[in-house]
């Protein structure tokens, strides 16, 4: 392929960003809020898995966990039966880097491919040191590139930048966050030459409304014993909670035993965004539902790179895909405890397939925040036609040596 006007691409991965969070008015995000409007965004994209290491796998590789090999934090690899993003790009002729950080280690496999790949340590961000050796790379790189950056800045723990820190830039400590990321999104779009194409995306989202209620601490870690440890089907008791704290919380979709991600396939850690702007990419909203899948695909069609992946283009016109999900994270305290799901036409299915309880159905078109499961056999049984083969059980995946840097990113 001759790549001689070949446009780049930076592509920007922010840890735990929601959706939602991009049209709030409790955030000062004008950037973002720029890069929207003049690009293309799909308001409706799920993520594959609400833990980093399987989303970021699928994102690069257009590919489930199924058939990538990466299942979980620490359990598999990238597998050799799959091409990424950067061995797509490479073969094209792209010098590839990638500034990777949190649980990206190498031992991952997602290495492979990029011409440099560095998985920096969690203090060293945008917010830090860390940023003018990150824009002096950018700088550097020869063209066409493709840069993949995964930034940190709002995931727990948050530290908001002091001038940031008041009500005008959020409500909340990660809303805060983000309006500072914004202005340092910026820095990197701006470092690089207006032939690129800059995508932002998130890996999953985040549970952030009652993260420091005491009751709720208290409250979670009985939930945590029983349901994690004890085997007990928990949700009748924690869709209850969830409905009368409901009354008292902010106007945000959220339930009030949840923090973080990881461990469930709720909207608010799924519904992540997805904008990319540059050298023909026309703006449009593209409002269908779509998957994490489908972002490798839309990457390469904008730089002009035809290769197939299982994901297809974003692009205005589509109708909705059926989307799969995953809860797989290390806060499930085990191996029995991750859940799947399918999202299909305003509703969405849950099982828990090493633990004996009852499926869960959802009717998001009466209950959009998934505060009470239906009672609907006929649709349950629908959507359960819809899910992927399971394919090789987590448990029979080689598990990676890397719990030394779990337990400093706080995951063990």
Request: net charge negative; charged share 30%.
């Amino acid at each position: 392929m001759d790549t001689t006007d070949s446009p780049n691409l930076l592509l920007v991965v922010v840890d735990c960003l929601r959706q939602d969070f991009l049209h709030r008015d409790a955030v000062d995000t004008p950037f973002l809020d720029g890069l929207r409007e003049r690009g293309r965004e799909a308001t409706d994209l799920y993520a594959t898995a609400t833990t980093t290491t399987p989303a970021v796998a699928s994102l690069l590789t257009g590919t489930y966990g199924e058939r990538n090999g990466i299942k979980s934090l620490r359990r598999g690899s990238l597998s050799d039966d799959v091409e990424s993003m950067p061995e797509i790009l490479g073969d094209a002729g792209y010098h590839t880097e990638a500034m990777a950080t949190g649980p990206l280690v190498p031992e991952t496999g997602l290495d492979r491919g990029f011409d440099r790949y560095e998985c920096r340590d969690r203090d060293e961000s945008m917010f830090s040191d860390w940023r003018e050796d990150g824009l002096d790379r950018l700088a550097s790189l020869p063209e066409p590139f493709a840069a993949f950056v995964h930034l940190w800045e709002i995931h727990e723990d948050v530290h908001v930048p002091r001038e940031f820190d008041s009500a005008e830039y959020g409500e909340t400590p990660y809303g805060r966050a983000l309006s500072a990321l914004d202005r340092e999104i910026e820095a990197l779009a701006d470092g690089v030459p207006e032939d690129t194409v800059v995508a932002v995306v998130g890996d999953h989202g985040e549970s952030i409304t009652h993260r420091n209620n005491p009751l709720r601490l208290l409250a979670k870690s009985l939930r945590d014993g029983l349901k994690y440890y004890g085997g007990v089907d928990t949700r009748g008791a924690e869709e209850r909670v969830n409905q009368y704290c409901e009354r008292f919380g902010p106007d945000l979709d959220d339930h009030f035993l949840e923090n973080g991600h990881g461990e469930n396939v709720f909207d608010f850690t799924t519904n992540v965004p997805f904008v990319l702007a540059g050298p023909g990419v026309e703006p449009a909203t593209v409002d269908a539902q779509v998957r994490q899948i489908d972002i490798l695909p839309t990457l390469l069609d904008a730089l002009g790179v035809d290769r197939e992946t299982d994901g297809e283009v974003v692009e205005p016109g589509i109708e909705d895909r059926v989307a799969y999900m995953r809860a797989c994270g290390a806060s499930l305290h085990g191996e029995r405890n991750w859940a799947r799901a399918v999202r299909h036409d305003d509703a969405k299915y849950v099982e828990y397939p090493d633990r004996d309880w009852e499926p869960g159905v959802y009717d998001l078109a009466e209950n959009p925040r998934e505060l009470e499961r239906a009672d609907d056999p006929e649709l349950e049984a629908e959507l359960r036609e819809r899910l992927p083969e399971r394919g090789v059980d987590p448990t029979d995946v080689e598990m990676l040596e890397i719990n030394e840097r779990l337990e400093d990113l706080g995951y063990l």
